[in-house]
Structure formats: structure tokens, C-alpha cells
């Protein structure tokens, strides 16, 4: 199946989230552009699988996501060994704020560690929402790493089991993409897992990097003829710093291309 990602015109949707580019209420401390020098991963793994052919360990450049349920992250002993990046969890559907990412936010940036947010998708509420209490909580922090949609089905939901059309999901996903770039200027990623990925031709949405979740395959054979930029690939980590079993992550280049990547498409 062809997967061409075509440009499409921005929707700047600045009146429906909030309007302008005020700073939200979130956090708004930093220390600035993270350290791009990669520290080698000193990590294990609960459950780990056993790899064919291409495996995370091809890849320098490791980092995790977390949320509250990882408990507190010793966020310096973290950066010693290995976690050169994090996807914080900041926000779910338009009410709810995970307890640990203002904590995280400022202990990851304080210890060097490249950092960014991301959003739960709701499927029953609408985007335009979802986005203002996305920007209501987390800043426009120099140095941060793009904003992250993380749509995934939600079947064990208690009040939300529903599984829109795909066309619905691509559309409201896009409300909600153009509305962050516009208020953060730089463009979003968009997380997924091979399931709902495919149903709803994630790859239709835009020009967009993906960060894609595989656990048992490269993500080459398990999304096949698509792209990543971010590739998890466990969600039973061990990594020091952290308490509970944690998502380790990869970065899809070299050292050299992280540092790349980091000035090119971090937040002034």
C-alpha cells in the first residue's frame, strides 16, 4: 500500500484554542536547550524479546515516556545512563492532567535531559478542546522538544469505548495538530500503535513524524513502507532513575543526526 504524505494547507485554528500565542498556565521554568552529548544506555528489560535481524541495540540514541504511573524519576541518575530524551504524559481528553508532569517536566529539564509532551487522545470529546487544555498546561518552553499526539483505541475506557470512522479520527486529529503548531510553531508528532495506525491510514494525515510503538518487530516489517522518527520498543524497561518498569524508546539515527534533529526542531 502506497503511503505518500502530501503537504496540506494549515488550518490555524488560534481563535478555537485559546487564541494568540499566551503562555499557557502549565510550567514555564527551564534551563534552556537540552545537552544533545548522547550517553550509551545502561538499561534491562523485564520481558525482553528476542530480536531479528535490525534491534534497538543498532540504535545510539535511546530515551523513555513516562507518566505518573512510573512513580518519581531520579531524573539526573536517569540522564547518567542512558536517557537522553523523554516524552512526557501532560494531559488526557479536556479535563484531566497526569499529577507528575509539572515535576518532571522541571527535573528532566534541569538534568539535561531533551523533553517533550504529550496528549491522550479522548475520542469522546471534540479537538478544538482537546487542544486548549493541551496548551493550557504545558508551556512554550525554549528548548523543547515538538508536542505529541498519542491516539491509540481506548477499549478498556470507563466512558469511552467508541471507534470513530477514519476519516472523523484523521480530521479532528488534524484540528488538534494545527491548532498546537500554531500556538508552539513547530510541527507535532503523532504516536501510534500498528492497529490503529492502520485502520484509520494514519499516513494520511500529513506530513508528520511518526513515533511508532513495536514491541516484536522492527518497525519497518510491522508498519510496513512507513516512516518513524521515534521507535518504542518495550514497555517493560528497566532503567535506573526509575522506579517502575518503564517505555524505552530510540531515536532513528545517529549521534550526529539527534544533534541535528534536536536544533532543527526544538522550541525557541
Known amino acids: 500500500m502506497r503511503r505518500w504524505l502530501f503537504l496540506i494547507p ?3 485554528l488560534l481563535a478555537a484554542c485559546g487564541g494568540g500565542r499566551s503562555a499557557g498556565t502549565g510550567p514555564t521554568d527551564g534551563p534552556g536547550p537540552p545537552n544533545p552529548t548522547v550517553m550509551a544506555p545502561n538499561f534491562g528489560d523485564a520481558d525482553p ?14 530515551g523513555i515516556d513516562t507518566s505518573r504511573w512510573q512513580g518519581s524519576v531520579d531524573w539526573a541518575t536517569a540522564r547518567a545512563n542512558g536517557v537522553n530524551f523523554a516524552f512526557l504524559k501532560a494531559t488526557e481528553g479536556g479535563d484531566i492532567v497526569d499529577p507528575a508532569f509539572l515535576e518532571n ?27 486548549r487544555w493541551f496548551i493550557r498546561h504545558v508551556p512554550r518552553t525554549p528548548g523543547a522538544l515538538p508536542p505529541v499526539l498519542d491516539m491509540e483505541w481506548t477499549p478498556f475506557s470507563p466512558t469511552c469505548t467508541i471507534r470513530p470512522a477514519p476519516e472523523v479520527i484523521r480530521s479532528e486529529a488534524r484540528i488538534f495538530l494545527d491548532a498546537l503548531e500554531a500556538h508552539y510553531g513547530q510541527r507535532p508528532i503523532i504516536y501510534s500503535a500498528p492497529d490503529f495506525y492502520e485502520v484509520n491510514e494514519m499516513w494520511k ?10 514491541v ?14 521515534f521507535w518504542q520498543y518495550t514497555g517493560t524497561g528497566r532503567v535506573p532513575g526509575v522506579g517502575g518498569k518503564a517505555d524505552i524508546n530510540v531515536f ?3 549521534a ?3 544533534a541535528d534533529w534536536l536544533s532543527a526542531r526544538r522550541a525557541r
Open 252 to 254: 532513528a539515527g545517529s
Open 105 to 131: 517536566w522541571r527535573a528532566a529539564g534541569r538534568a539535561g535531559v531533551a523533553r517533550g509532551a504529550y496528549h491522550f487522545w479522548y475520542h469522546c470529546r471534540p479537538a478544538a478542546e482537546q487542544a
Open 205 to 214: 494525515i500529513g506530513p508528520y513524524e511518526f513515533w511508532l510503538r513495536s
Open 49 to 62: 524479546h528476542e530480536w531479528v535481524g535490525r534491534s534497538p541495540d543498532d540504535y545510539p540514541v535511546h
Open 10 to 12: 494549515a488550518l490555524f
Open 216 to 229: 516484536a518487530g522492527h518497525p519497518r516489517d510491522v508498519f510496513a513502507g512507513s516512516h518513524w522518527t
Open 256 to 258: 550526529q543526526a539527534w
